[in-house]
């Protein structure tokens, strides 16, 4: 981690850092940061009639505007946490805010659909920078007792902005229009770029260690130089990032394309298989370079394994829920933006609700007992949409099925988290995290790209028998992941750890 993370403060006389005064303040500006990212990933979903009606978007470009934010957001998140480690998190930070501000103030203005998608990719660039800097300073600001309370603050911003997303899109699309989806985030963004420096102050240099008289040989150089490599934060794996995101944006291209073309057509099957061979070259190159961007021994991992899959499979499911059900309640209820939002409120609650449960229950029956629960509810919740006219009113079909399974898929968040954080060593926790934190972004581009597939014709508008496919398709994957969580799982329930990332 960079030292420039750190906020500086005086050595008290126990040898502890004395607390900054200004560590909370900090914490709210870097958590309102925070807040908008995650935000971003649902709060369109309910404004994407409006932007196909205003833009002329079909089914392709519709799916995009969710999925290129994602996309890049998960697929370069691991690289923006090797900058914050080499050029420090409070520069990384400060960049991706300003990059993620500006590309927001593009996606308001946006004219057509080429400048609206390039606007969210670099929404997605500028968050995949700030969002593991932003955890980096409150992990290096906060200490002892204080960063645990610091990191919940954190994980309740990223459990409820998802939900708030689908309210506040319905709020802004119905009142001054889908480009203050995007606006909103301009002043709250040049706000937090103008305060944060204030409370968050570049640390003081660091006094160099005088150097030891050595023999300059040549082994003695390499050495050195290995050291000074890994104290600057371990090199750059840019080819790597490129690589895993390139695949991933071809996965979900051919996945959008099956939808128009079919399944087995060239445009379908080619970006398939481009994504399996660049998916392979990214795992070789991986065992090649000096420090690589993933390390893919941690993928032999049982419980990061685990955890990983059940974040992806959450992510989707979720994602999918708010996509489906905003085009269903606005094209076949035609209800406006405003109520569309508001009839989410209680899948957002039931969220919140299952994932309070579940960190109780994970601590008690164990992750396995949790996650399958929490999967068997979420596939019995969406069971009813299957066979159930889509017709049917809202309050009695589509809201109490969407609430159910959100209850349960809130269970599967913190096993998830649990599972890969939990049962492992404290000391390979961050590199774990990084890992659930991309599945969890990239599982919410391939569950909007296969449920469009379905859902949605080319122009963008659900059918009866497309929304009842996707549901089919939701509830399978609840179902088979249930039963394969007992395998995937290890026995046992998450001990102490005593570190930031353990359980407690």
Request: with cysteine; charged share 10%; glycine share 12%.
């Amino acid at each position: 981690m960079s030292t420039e993370a750190a906020v500086p403060t005086p050595a008290h006389h126990s040898g502890r850092p004395r607390p900054d005064p200004r560590r909370w303040t900090a914490l709210a500006l870097i958590c309102a940061a925070q807040f908008m990212l995650v935000l971003d990933v649902t709060v369109v979903n309910v404004a994407l009639p409006a932007l196909a009606a205003d833009l002329g978007l079909d089914r392709t470009a519709l799916t995009w505007v969710v999925t290129a934010y994602t996309l890049c957001f998960g697929g370069l998140m691991l690289l923006g946490g090797r900058l914050a480690d080499a050029l420090g998190a409070r520069r990384v930070l400060l960049t991706g805010l300003a990059l993620f501000t500006a590309a927001s103030l593009a996606c308001g203005l946006a004219p057509d659909a080429a400048v609206l998608l390039g606007g969210r990719v670099a929404q997605g660039i500028g968050a995949a920078l700030l969002s593991p800097a932003a955890l980096a300073l409150v992990t290096t600001v906060f200490h002892g007792p204080e960063r645990h309370r610091a990191l919940g603050v954190w994980a309740a911003v990223g459990g409820t902005g998802s939900a708030v997303g689908v309210l506040l899109g319905g709020a802004l699309t119905a009142g001054p229009g889908w480009p203050w989806v995007f606006y909103v985030n301009v002043p709250v963004g040049l706000a937090v770029l103008a305060a944060l420096p204030r409370f968050v102050p570049k640390p003081e240099p660091e006094p160099q260690p005088k150097p030891e008289p050595k023999p300059e040989t040549p082994d003695h150089r390499a050495k050195t130089s290995d050291r000074t490599a890994k104290t600057r934060g371990g090199g750059l794996d840019i080819p790597g990032a490129v690589l895993v995101t390139t695949a991933t944006g071809a996965l979900v291209y051919g996945l959008v394309r099956a939808g128009d073309t079919g399944w087995t057509s060239a445009a379908t099957l080619l970006p398939l298989l481009a994504a399996l061979a660049l998916y392979a070259a990214f795992a070789a190159a991986e065992r090649t370079v000096r420090t690589p961007l993933m390390d893919l021994r941690m993928l032999t991992r049982r419980p990061v394994v685990a955890g990983s899959l059940l974040m992806l499979v959450a992510t989707a499911l979720l994602i999918s829920f708010f996509f489906l059900g905003s085009a269903q309640l606005q094209h076949v209820h035609h209800l406006d933006a405003l109520r569309t939002g508001l009839l989410f409120l209680p899948v957002a609650l039931t969220t919140a609700i299952g994932a309070h449960l579940g960190s109780r229950l994970v601590a008690t029956a164990g992750p396995r007992a949790c996650a399958t629960g929490g999967l068997a509810v979420a596939a019995l919740g969406c069971l009813p949409l299957t066979f159930l006219d889509p017709g049917s009113g809202p309050w009695t079909t589509l809201l109490p099925a969407l609430a159910t399974a959100a209850f349960g898929l809130g269970a599967v968040f913190v096993t998830a988290t649990t599972t890969a954080l939990g049962l492992i060593t404290p000391h390979e926790a961050g590199l774990a995290s990084g890992i659930v934190n991309t599945f969890h972004e990239l599982g919410g581009s391939i569950g909007v790209a296969l449920v469009s597939t379905l859902a949605l014709t080319a122009t963008a508008t659900p059918t009866p028998g497309g929304l009842t496919a996707a549901y089919t398709l939701c509830t399978v994957a609840a179902a088979a992941t249930a039963l394969a969580a007992p395998l995937l799982i290890p026995r046992g329930v998450p001990r102490p750890t005593g570190g930031p990332h353990g359980m407690h």
